[in-house]
């Protein structure tokens, strides 16, 4: 196998491991928010409601870090491609 296949090989490899991961992210999420949604006010409640945001936050980062690894690949292009 070529290098720059082998290369756009791996990254492909990464890119769907970090896409699940956000939405490993977002399922957390959701689970925080679906606890949340079945207790009664007060800080547990609170603490559900800011780990969800958390979550949600890493998915979001996630995915924009590898909106811009994807930016980056390409406008730099493999040599032997």
Known sequence: MA??????????????????????YR????????LAAQMQRGEHRDQLL??????????TD?????ARADSHDEATPLDGV
């Open 3 to 24: 290098r720059g296949a082998t290369l756009a090989s791996s990254s492909a490899r990464r890119k769907v491991q970090a896409m699940k991961k956000a939405e490993q």
């Open 27 to 34: 399922e957390h999420a959701a689970e925080c928010r679906a």
């Open 50 to 59: 800011r780990m969800a945001a958390a979550w949600q936050e890493l998915a």
């Open 62 to 66: 996630r995915e924009e870090a590898l």
